[in-house]
């Protein structure tokens, strides 16, 4: 089978809320002056092992089309009383401390085989120079199995600290039973040798917005700590949240001792894994994940595997469950949202029919079923590849159908891929804990047919951006006399950059994107990120503000782990959240500063060249204060940067409010043309922007000068629910719109 589990694109996780959930707490690890040991027994190191050789046995079994690796698994038994150091701080807080090392990782990643801890322990996990850390695990991360699989830290050194009150009502329970090698480098940003995708026909899911939603339901997921496979959230008849995920059996079954039951609790689950930019060149944001699914059914023989994730994915996550169609499908096109060798989300399209038929397996030790798989004869858009297994098949009305068993399809030939089929497989077993049915159906209410569902429709986030999907973005400079990026380190002493955004609303900020472009060296200083109020410009001091370290290493066979210089094709998306949700009104900044200690080259994506007069960009340099970009004296600028909140939109805020006629629907004209929005109040001499984002907070349109009648082409935009937001320096309206 081709698209089998795969290859890890190991990420940093968030640590967990309840059950089995990797949510972070927050926190930090005790200071590094408080190592107690750095000698070399202070490590439990890894035997070494043949890395080419197993390199050739991966090219050996991908030609054999099954799973592809990319960690070398060791098991393991290491425990407070058996392993590292233990010792008391002066308030009573008992610490074991416990180093692994595995010489050559690109990263190392855990299975705490056994977890248990009381209230107020907390567990971090880190690498010996401290650039790469996840944690803190919390006693809200106990669950029924009592295991913790944990996200990777880059480096061939990591450090584990566990600290625990002395006042707790019971000692806590750590065993590490498995340890991963990362040989493969898919961790890290700069990848050389990296497994690598040989397909260059792959599509992102930001090239088709009318993609976007159901997007958020495909996620990446890694099974075991060392293979890949791609799985769908699905919505049920009850549509009471149940996060379902369907997925491909083969990707869970039985391997190196562990049952297919505890190869699903040892699996990361990762949501948002998307180039925000149809660009194929960034990396994805890593920060959002979850730990540990049941399984629930796991049928070989009909390749269905179904699990029950541990946990509800948070509300800032935008998780969507999609809808799903166990009769007759609906018409062409049909499309697949898959991770092929575990990249972010890529669409493949097709738009003939498609027919049932039957999976050749023959190259397998067990048999499939006949006759229950969809066949997509040809790809008109993208092909799949190995660790699209278990990904969605989508009909037109957006609704699951069927998820990859396998299949032959390469970019120069795109043809012959096989989803099983829901419809087929619904109730095929007479065990109902067997059938789908049983899950999706609980109370056998008959449907065969649902909607997608948004768990959080009643306090659902965005992110939103002031990036247009057709806008050029770069690195702006300044110009003569002044050298230097305007948004980094300069002559003109910048310190600090900004973002202004106007919601009209009630606002609740989660966290932050910032997408990246590459930099030359690697960033050896602390990011700070602040969250200021403002209109015209941030006011007084920041009222949330969040210190993080964004850090790139590399793998040389000769030097080991280092520093080293990033690539051109890394630029990344990473997502830094808020110890807190932070409340604010209708108008909010969010910044960064810049750091003149370090040897940092840090720096920002920035919209280039914008021939609309609209600028959301802000600098505070030398003794000028905070400037506008369009009235920045050496380079002025209409332009924003790609600094996108995640944030939950509430209640109106009402400020000299702008009248809105017949503006509840746009009607448009039959071939979609054009939709006219008329305004009035707009006639008092002040200038007016606006700007026209969809449901999930995409900037699709922006213009300025607006008057009171104005036209907007809608012909590339879909159907659906947009919000409008209008203002001058004084006045803000905030309006839904249906274009249909």
């Not at 869970?252 to 562990?258: H, S, Y």
Request: aromatic share 12%.
């Amino acid at each position: 089978m081709k698209k089998l589990n795969l290859i890890l694109l190991y990420i940093c996780l968030l640590i967990g809320s309840t059950g089995y959930a990797q949510l972070s707490q927050g926190g930090d690890p005790l200071p590094a002056g408080l190592l107690r040991s750095v000698s070399s027994d202070f490590y439990t190191e890894m035997e070494s092992f043949d890395v080419q050789k197993m390199i050739k046995e991966d090219s050996l079994h991908g030609n054999e089309k099954r799973a592809a690796r990319f960690a070398r698994k060791f098991f393991t038994d290491l425990r407070p009383d058996n392993s590292g150091i233990r010792f008391t701080l002066a308030d009573g807080t008992k610490v074991w401390q416990c180093g692994i090392r595995s010489k050559g990782a690109y990263s190392i990643n855990l299975l705490f085989t056994r977890y248990y801890v009381p209230k107020g322990a907390k567990l971090f996990i880190y690498n010996s120079n401290r650039t790469s850390k996840i944690g803190a695990f919390t006693e809200q991360n106990n669950n029924e199995y009592l295991k913790l699989p944990t996200a990777p830290v880059y480096g061939d050194e990591i450090i584990v600290e566990y600290q625990e009150p002395a006042n707790a009502a019971f000692s806590g329970q750590l065993a590490i039973g498995e340890v991963n090698h990362d040989y493969r480098g898919v961790t890290m940003r700069s990848r050389p040798g990296a497994l690598s995708s040989t397909q260059t026909c792959h599509k992102d899911v930001a090239c088709y917005p009318d993609y976007s939603e159901i997007a958020q339901a495909t996620t990446l997921l890694i099974i075991g700590g060392n293979e890949f496979c791609t799985g769908c959230l699905v919505n049920n008849v009850e549509q009471d949240g149940t996060p379902y995920l369907l997925s491909a059996a083969h990707c869970f079954l039985p391997k190196n001792g562990a049952t297919s039951e505890t190869r699903a609790q040892n699996t990361v689950i990762f949501f948002n894994y998307q180039d925000p930019s149809c660009s194929n060149v960034i990396i994805g944001s890593e920060e959002y994940s979850l730990a540990s699914a049941e399984l629930l059914i796991n049928e070989k023989s009909i390749d269905v595997a179904l699990l029950r994730l541990a946990q509800m994915p948070p509300e800032y996550y935008r998780p969507f469950y999609s809808g799903w169609n166990a009769n007759t499908p609906a018409s062409a096109p049909y499309f697949c949202l898959h991770h092929p060798m575990s990249k972010t989300t890529k669409v493949a399209i097709e738009n003939d029919n498609i027919s049932l038929t039957t999976f050749n397996s023959s190259n397998l030790d067990y048999t499939i079923e006949s006759n229950i798989h969809w066949k997509v004869p040809s790809w008109e858009v993208g092909v799949t590849e190995a660790g699209s297994s278990g990904s969605p098949l989508f009909d037109s009305n957006k609704r699951f159908i069927g998820a990859l068993t396998g299949g032959s399809s390469f970019c120069n030939t795109p043809y012959n891929d096989y989803y099983y089929s829901l419809q087929k497989v619904w109730s095929y077993y007479p065990d109902t804990l067997r059938q789908l049915k049983h899950w999706l159906d609980p109370k056998n209410r008959g449907i065969l047919q649902m909607d997608g569902y948004d768990p959080y429709a009643s306090n659902s986030c965005v992110r939103l951006s002031h990036i247009g999907s057709d806008e050029k973005i770069g690195v702006s400079y300044t110009k003569s006399p002044d050298t230097g990026p305007i948004f980094s380190k300069n002559t003109l002493q910048t310190h600090e950059c900004a973002e202004r955004y106007i919601t009209g609303k009630k606002t609740t900020i989660y966290g932050v994107h910032l997408v990246l472009p590459a930099w030359k060296s690697t960033m050896n200083g602390q990011l700070e990120i602040n969250l200021y109020k403002g209109l015209n410009e941030p006011i007084n001091q920041p009222i949330a503000t969040k210190t993080v370290q964004l850090s790139y290493l590399n793998y040389n066979g000769t030097n080991g782990i280092s520093n080293v210089s990033k690539p051109t094709t890394t630029a990344c998306d990473n997502f830094i959240r808020f110890d807190n949700a932070i409340e604010v009104d209708y108008s909010f900044f969010v910044s960064y500063k810049v750091n003149y200690t370090s040897t940092d080259t840090f720096k920002i994506y920035n919209v280039l060249d914008r021939s609309l007069l609209y600028n959301s960009a802000f600098i505070n340099y030398g003794m000028t204060g905070w400037t506008a970009m369009n009235k920045f004296s050496n380079s002025p600028a209409y332009t924003s940067l790609w600094m996108d909140p995640v944030v939950h939109l509430g209640a109106d805020i009402t400020l000299d409010s702008i009248n809105l006629t017949d503006s509840s629907r746009v009607h448009a004209n039959y071939n979609r043309e054009k939709s006219i929005i008329s305004f009035t109040g707009l006639n008092d001499g002040q200038v007016y922007f606006m700007k026209l984002y969809d449901i999930t907070g995409k900037l699709v349109h922006q213009d300025s000068a607006i008057d009171s009648l104005y036209t907007i082409s809608t012909n590339n935009l879909p159907k659906g629910v947009y919000i409008v937001y209008i203002w001058s320096e004084k006045r803000i309206l905030n309006q839904k719109i249906i274009i249909f």
